[in-house]
Nanobody, 126 residues
């Protein structure tokens, strides 16, 4: 699986961005997906995760405490794309954002994800 991120950019504090993650030729709905980020000088950290579409009874999303209430992870199965809607952005959200995929159930543990995108830069100015 090849993951391709897009939708990063430069925005002012309080603004919004919506990075997306696509996998040409591969269906993402059966995979657990996650977003992670890495700021300069920092280790990569968990941002958000979403379970596979099925089983419906076990659908789950979760977020890092630092982004709860501001970020939303979602899927558009028709477009085979996963999104990270980021609102009320802060300078501390500045980082390279990575999309990741894994087979099996939901996880928010970086080491569980075997496939990664190249990353998209998000910069929030004061």
């Amino acid at each position: 699986v090849q993951l391709v991120e897009s939708g990063g950019g430069l925005v002012q504090t309080g603004g919004s961005l919506r990075p997306s993650c696509a996998a040409p030729g591969r269906t993402l709905s059966s995979l657990a997906m996650g977003w992670f980020r890495q700021a300069p000088g920092n280790v990569r950290e968990f941002v958000a995760a979403i379970s596979p579409v099925v089983p419906i009874s076990r659908r789950k999303t979760s977020y890092a405490d630092s982004v709860k209430g501001r970020f939303t992870i979602s899927r558009d199965n028709a477009k085979n794309t996963v999104y990270l809607q980021m609102n009320s952005l802060k300078p501390e959200d500045t980082a390279v954002y990575y999309c990741a995929a894994r087979t099996g159930y939901y996880s928010d543990y970086e080491a569980d994800f075997g496939t990664w995108g190249q990353g998209t830069q998000v910069t929030v100015s004061p």
